[in-house]
């Protein structure tokens, strides 16, 4: 089994550019998180699913949108870059219990110049 | 707001020997469930402990342990005969509802001497 896996590693962006990162798992979850990561600040939950075609806004979900099209694989979108963006970019995903662990991805750094 | 603090940045401990990190939270559920994650240079994010709140008795994994206090809503972790590969970020976390949503706090670097 992969887990949970993240594409891209690592990207640079222009403000205004858009992208997609996507994340994967294997382990057929239903709950599924994407985080971002800033120095000194923990990760924060920007948007969630609890299931193929579901979504959810986390803490800081403005300027990112998602997509739950299939029950393995979790989209993250940026429309419009800006600088504020640029982050380490985390994918989790949990089974059915709130006891269970959240297995993350590698994550993806993003720089927006 | 619900927040998670950890008041220790970095800590530093020899090999061998114990380290606790400080960790505190803020909710008014009554059952929420508790995690301590830990992120090595390798940027990988792996779960080290958990509890439940409405569990009295404190969890341990192996060398790793914690110390719940529900009612001063504390959870330190205790780490003992610290090894090298224990160089890493400790996060705490909490969830406070089904959906599984973390909150964080912000980290502590454990650095572990020869």
């Known amino acids: 089994n992969a887990g949970v896996t993240q594409t891209p590693k690592f990207r640079v962006l222009k403000t205004g550019q858009s992208m997609t990162l996507l994340c994967a798992q294997d382990m057929n979850h239903e709950y599924m998180y994407w985080y971002r990561q800033d120095p000194g600040m923990g990760l924060r939950l920007i948007h969630y699913?609890?299931?193929?075609?579901?979504?959810a806004k986390g803490e800081v979900p403005d300027g990112y949108n998602v997509s739950r099209l299939k029950k393995q694989n979790f989209l993250l979108g940026l429309e419009s870059a800006a600088p504020s963006q640029t982050s380490v970019y985390f994918c989790?995903?949990?089974?059915?219990?709130?006891?269970?662990?959240?297995?993350f991805g590698p994550g993806t750094r993003l720089t927006v110049l | 707001a619900q927040t998670v603090t950890q008041s220790q940045p970095e800590m530093s401990v020899q090999e061998a020997e114990t380290v606790t990190l400080s960790c505190t939270y803020d909710?008014?559920?009554?059952?929420?469930?508790l995690f301590w994650y830990k992120q090595p240079p390798s940027r990988q994010m792996i779960l080290v402990i958990r509890q439940e709140a409405y569990k009295q008795q404190n969890a341990t994994e192996n060398r790793f342990s914690v110390n719940f206090q529900k009612a001063a809503k504390s959870f330190s972790l205790k780490i003992s005969d610290s090894q090298l590969g224990d160089t890493a970020m400790y996060f705490c976390a909490y969830s406070t509802d089904s959906w599984g949503k973390l909150q964080f706090g912000a980290g502590t670097q454990v650095v572990v001497t020869p």
């Open positions: 699913s609890v299931g193929e075609g579901t979504t």
């Open positions: 989790a995903s949990r089974g059915s219990y709130a006891y269970n662990e959240q297995f």
């Open positions: 909710t008014s559920e009554n059952n929420y469930y």
